[in-house]
């Protein structure tokens, strides 16, 4: 009787520390914030989060910022007219949209400029250095690859006539993957068609390194993006199709979409917002094999969103809205200066970007 009271005591010690720990570490419903730090900030056109830390970027140059304020590498490039940022892991191409100029930087502030024979309409970067560029000739568009230190590893041509307009390429965080997105229009309707290059080994065997293709009839397709190495998202005006590509194309899921697509982001989670024809803006959460693991109608004014982690960040010119995934809202409030923008940090801490400054908030 007596060893059966000890194992009933053992066990309700058990469940109530598990409880609290549950209740201690479980429990993120926070009903304020305070400012940890504030970081001035001037002539920046666009901000981004690089694992964890704040770039800011201008026409003449772009700093990077760890959240405690520290100055984590600065680099200048003159003045641009038209600057494009892209980034994969730490490493950032600048471009000068319409000019024949491009910028590499790897994370630590070491920069190369590359000239290109053509004017500039779109780039693409891989974690080693490896960028896509697109360009547009007199008669031919191109896409050249270049390695770090500008070689030519490949060349594409494309043809109006025959293949449409370009609006979008993304290459593969390995450099050995691209994808392209051209538009023609026929019947005055958009017809797009999607495009797989392989350059590794597998591609060699292949016409042009072109392992695989996909129309999309009636429809424009101005977003195509690699979610980590083997995954392309394939992004329409009304359908959203997850791709497996470890070497060739092979369809995971295809999702057909009664909405306007108004934003989309992509991290842990593919987070999506869209307008239905009632007006009501839904926040849906997708995992890696295309399935929902979250559905929310907005309660505030969408006006852009931002996801790491689980948590997804949406805001209004004025508040916010902070999802746990798994576990719903966590945090709605909203800020007497506005919003710009605003980031994900990780430790309930995040960027919020007004207009004179930059500062990192912790909820609580």
């Known amino acids: ?14 469940l109530v520390t598990g409880a609290a720990v549950y209740f201690i570490l479980g429990k993120r419903d926070y009903q304020s914030y305070e400012v940890v730090q504030e970081l001035e900030t001037s002539d920046v056109l666009e901000y981004a989060e690089v694992d964890g830390a704040l770039v800011r970027c201008g026409r003449e140059g772009a700093q990077a910022v760890a959240k405690d304020g520290t100055l984590l590498w600065n680099v200048t490039y003159g003045t641009m007219k ?7 892991g730490s490493m950032m191409v600048v471009a000068d949209i319409g000019a024949k100029q491009y910028l590499l930087s790897d994370g630590t502030g070491v920069t190369k400029t590359f000239s290109t024979p053509y004017p500039i309409q779109m780039v693409s970067v891989a974690r080693q250095g490896v960028t896509a560029v697109l360009m547009n000739g007199e008669e031919k568009d191109y896409i050249y690859l270049y390695d770090k230190e500008g070689t030519i590893l490949s060349e594409i041509e494309t043809v109006v006539a025959r293949d449409g307009f370009p609006l979008a390429i993304a290459l593969s965080e390995d450099g050995k993957k691209l994808v392209t997105s051209y538009m023609k229009v026929e019947r005055d309707e958009p017809d797009s068609s999607i495009t797989f290059y392989n350059f590794g080994e597998v591609g060699q065997n292949d016409i042009r390194n072109l392992v695989g293709q996909v129309q999309y009839k009636e429809c424009m397709v101005p977003r195509v993006c690699f979610w980590g190495n083997d995954t392309v998202l394939v992004v329409g005006e009304n359908v959203v199709e997850f791709f497996s590509m470890k070497e060739r194309p092979e369809s995971i899921q295809k999702k057909e979409i009664a909405a306007e697509i108004k934003s989309i982001a992509f991290g842990t989670y593919f987070c999506m917002v869209t307008k239905n024809k009632d007006g009501q803006e839904i926040l849906e959460a997708y995992n890696s094999s295309g399935e929902v693991c979250m559905k929310k109608v907005l309660t505030l004014p969408y006006v852009g969103l931002h996801t790491a982690g689980d948590e997804v960040v949406v805001y209004s010119y004025s508040g916010c809205e902070i999802y746990d995934v798994k576990k719903g809202l966590i945090y709605q409030g909203t800020f007497e200066n506005g919003i710009r923008q605003m980031f994900v940090i990780g430790g309930n801490r995040y960027y919020l970007i007004e207009n004179r400054l930059v500062r990192v908030i912790r909820l609580k």
């Open 1 to 14: 009787m007596k060893k059966i009271r000890v194992i009933g005591i053992v066990a309700l010690i058990l």
């Open 82 to 88: 038209n600057p494009k940022f892209v980034f994969c």
